[in-house]
């Protein structure tokens, strides 16, 4: 659920809650009132008609004071009906009391307003009950009871004159009312002020967090991937955090391998028309000499025809030899993986590169230490490129001195282990770790006499780990260097070969 929604959410129950506690605390006034009603009756514990009494009575004792006063100033206006009314409209206002008038028995003025209301002359107490203390209970309503405060006077022809206040229960609603919506205005009001200060701790603890995740990303759009993010904390924009961090030393580390693939690019690509320069000056100078006639001897002649070829040909290696690197290093060569048997494979390419290197002088010999039915998983041709790419460098470092080269064959376990091992110039231990590199160079001015592109190691070590091998070299300086590679043995084909032995054994 996006934040958006989950804020308008959060808002909207917010706002709705109010009305629900409201009309709750509604329910709440009325049910309490109706209980109330209930123990109006008679039958109503004497404990809470007294409490009911002294409120009404409280509210009341005031408005009894100012009717004393406004009839001992006038006892006239209590027969005047006129003046009874704005007297008796004066009452309610300060306490829904009304006033009532009795002559000599008879009710001469009622100020109830409602029939339904009405005390009825036997309900009334009688003539001189007036005592200080005097506070009659009546019930206008099974429901609703009244206090009947009395003021008695007599007229000058002699009449008996009784005026009642009466003070009914409904005298405390308008303050419960009051009660109420204070307090309805304020849940409401609480509610508003945590709904903003739940609002404004959530924008602060998101929108401040996402901004800076946005400056980052801005960083990164830009290519600055050198600014860490703060990804402490346990909630989701900590965990977004956490995963736009990976992100961030993810493209790093790829930025800075790419800028390290380049710079190795841009190093093979100088190395690569270093050692095509040497060739094009040779064919170019000795193709010259050829026009101006400096070869004018046929022998000559024939002399300055073989460097040309030979240069053009050391080009053409050079080329394959880039195109094949190539080729491996984007995966786009199309690996024919098969069963071979040890024996058999490394006896061919001995047999192969022994005839070659005779040519040369060297003198190689071959050992193989592998049972007649053991098998590797390998790609032949690709295989035979790696050995005649060891070989052939060991022939290009081989140094002054009379040229040994062995090529053994060992069982390690799942792995069968090749070993090539030559006399030559050997590799320092400072250069030794970096032999494999593609663009490692020991001897920078090394390809002017001896020629390759030196990748040749780099290719050798690409295609054995495609065969799942492993490849590694040791080396003397001024003695001579062992490469040493493992390749996975064909268990499959081993197993079949062993039952098939014992079958035979059997037969």
Known sequence: MKLKTRLIISICIILFVPFILAT??????????????????????????????????????????????????????????????????????????????????????????????????????????????????????????????????????????????????????????????????????????????????????????LKTLVKAAGEIREGELDHPLDVSGSDEISELFRAFEDMRKRLQAVSIEKMHNDEEQRQLIANIAHDLKTPITAIKGYAEGLRDGVAKTPEKQALYLGTICNKANEMNALINELTLYSKIDMNKVPYNFQSLNVKNFFMDCAEEVGMDLESQKIEFTYYNYVNDNVNIIADPEQLERVIHNIIGNSVKYMGERPGIIELRVRDVGDYIQVEIEDNGRGISARDLPYIFDRTFRADASRNSNIGGSGIGLSIVKKIIEDHGGNIWATSKDGVGTVMYFVLRKDLTGAKEAKNEQDSDHRG
């Open 24 to 209: 709750c605390a509604v329910g709440i006034v009325h049910f309490v009132r109706t209980q109330n009603n209930e123990n109006y009756t008679v039958e109503g514990s004497y404990s809470y008609l007294a409490g009911l009494v002294q409120n009404m009575d409280e509210k009341s004792d005031e408005v009894y004071k100012d009717l004393e006063t406004w009839i001992s100033e006038d006892q006239s206006r209590a027969l005047d009906q006129t003046a009874l009314k704005k007297m008796n409209q004066e009452t309610r206002d300060k306490g829904f009391s009304y006033l009532l008038v009795r002559i000599d028995g008879k009710i001469f003025y009622n100020g109830s307003g409602s029939k339904d209301r009405t005390i009825k002359t036997g309900q009334l107490p009688p003539y001189g009950a007036n005592s200080p203390t005097a506070k009659i209970i009546i019930y206008l309503s099974q429901q609703e009871p009244a206090l009947l405060r009395q003021i008695d006077f007599s007229t000058e022809d002699g009449r008996q004159c009784s005026v009642f206040m009466v003070t009914t229960s409904r005298s405390i609603l308008p303050g419960a009312k009051k009660a109420a919506l204070d307090m309805i205005i304020s849940i409401f009001l609480i509610l508003i002020l945590t709904a903003i200060i739940l609002v404004g701790w959530t924008y602060q603890g998101i929108v401040p967090r």
